[in-house]
């Protein structure tokens, strides 16, 4: 997955690459090239959030390349009262959940980078490579299923393994509020994923 496919970062003539603060200046300042340095620098683990929470590589990239326009145009109100990282993350899961406001509800397929498909290629056997295929799918649905509000917090709590300050952060929501939305998922997906025990 590349959305910024420009040339390298921008380096000071020591060869050294710049600091986050100081892109985050640059890019405040108007530098194009130093925006496109640190989304490079977050848009995979950014992308994976939207793929957990959209369930679709499609949507996840077009969530992904809206949400780098949406902070390009708003990096100047980024003011460092959290991480840039947080703020990005509020930024996805934001356009994340509009996406998933407009469209109807479906269940999809996990993809290559769905939760857990890295463990089928070390599966051992094809009928356990099966099992643990379907066990997969399953969760996935299980997790498509959730209200957006406790999905959110579940992947990135469970599959990004955010603290909970800084999800209720990228939520805007009470850290109680982002720890209730956690435990009620996790409430809900024992009971859905109970047959494979």
């Not at 990096?75 to 959940?97: E, K, L, Q």
Request: contains cysteine.
């Amino acid at each position: 997955m590349q959305l910024i496919d420009r040339a390298g970062p921008d380096r000071p003539q020591s060869g050294r690459t710049l600091d986050e603060p100081t892109l985050v200046a640059r890019a405040q300042d108007g530098d194009v090239r130093a925006f496109e340095e640190l989304a490079r620098r977050h848009q995979e683990a950014l992308f994976r959030v939207a793929v957990r929470v959209l369930g679709q590589r499609a949507d996840a990239e077009d969530a992904l390349q809206e949400a780098l326009i949406d902070a390009w145009r708003r990096i100047g109100t980024f003011r460092g009262d959290s991480a840039f990282s947080t703020w990005m993350y509020r930024i996805v899961t934001h356009r994340c959940t509009a996406l998933l406001r407009r469209r109807r509800r479906t269940v999809p397929l996990p993809e290559d980078d769905a939760p857990g498909a890295e463990l089928l290629a070390g599966a051992g056997s094809p009928e356990r490579a099966a099992e643990m295929d379907a066990e997969l799918r399953a969760l996935s649905r299980a997790v498509a299923g959730l209200p957006d509000d406790q999905r959110t917090c579940w992947v990135l709590r469970e599959l990004e393994g955010l603290g909970y300050a800084e999800i209720a952060q990228i939520t805007r929501a009470s850290e109680t509020a982002v720890r209730g939305r956690i435990h009620r998922a996790r409430t809900s997906l024992t009971g859905r994923m109970r047959a494979w025990r």
